[in-house]
């Protein structure tokens, strides 16, 4: 059965996590085709997954639990060869709270912390794979950018959090408590 899914954007495929009904172990992440009905298997089981604007580029986020379950990698995937790049590893993290990319394809945002402690959230720029803590208040998930994007929305204890990225102010929007949802 499938438990995530991320549509690319646009609109004819989309990327799903797939679990084994009989051991329940997920098989890998697949690439449906709305229009032919295709499905072809795009790569092993990642924690988290987002299609590039365009299609090309698949962020991954993978905690590789078989050899170290406090680390996790962050990588993009080239969707058509499949070739992996690991664009950095974080050691003694080992929470995964989003990923989702920019609208023009230039960035990365993503949460990262530790269980049940403080989350990070760092950009990664495309161009120069360089990635930057824009964390103020370490405890940020379900990051989103707006369409434009120069802003990005997220979630802190369930209340509604935007951060402009050319001032990195944060702003919390009173009121919405429980009712954001990524």
């Keep these: ?37 295709s499905v072809n298997f795009i790569m092993s089981p990642v924690d988290d997954a987002a299609w590039s604007p365009d299609g090309r580029v698949i962020a991954v986020l993978y905690k590789d639990r078989a050899h170290n379950a406090n680390s996790i990698q962050l990588k993009l995937i080239d969707a058509e060869t499949k ?6 590893t974080y050691d003694d993290m080992n929470f995964i709270g989003g990923l989702s990319w920019s609208p023009d394809g230039k960035y990365v945002v993503f949460s990262l912390g530790k269980y049940q402690k403080s989350n990070n959230l760092f950009v990664l720029s495309i161009e120069t794979q360089q990635v930057i803590d824009i964390s103020e208040n370490d405890v940020g998930t379900y990051p989103a950018w707006s369409p434009k994007g120069n802003i990005i929305v997220f979630e802190v204890d369930k209340h509604l959090h935007l951060i402009r990225l050319d001032d990195k102010c944060e702003i919390e929007i009173p009121g919405l408590q429980n009712a954001w949802s990524p």
């Design 1 to 37: 059965w499938v438990i995530h899914t991320r549509w690319m954007p646009d609109g004819e495929k989309a990327l799903m996590l797939i679990v084994d009904t009989m051991s329940f172990e997920p098989s890998g992440w697949w690439a449906v085709d709305v229009y032919t009905k």
């Design 83 to 88: 070739a992996e790049q690991v664009i950095k």
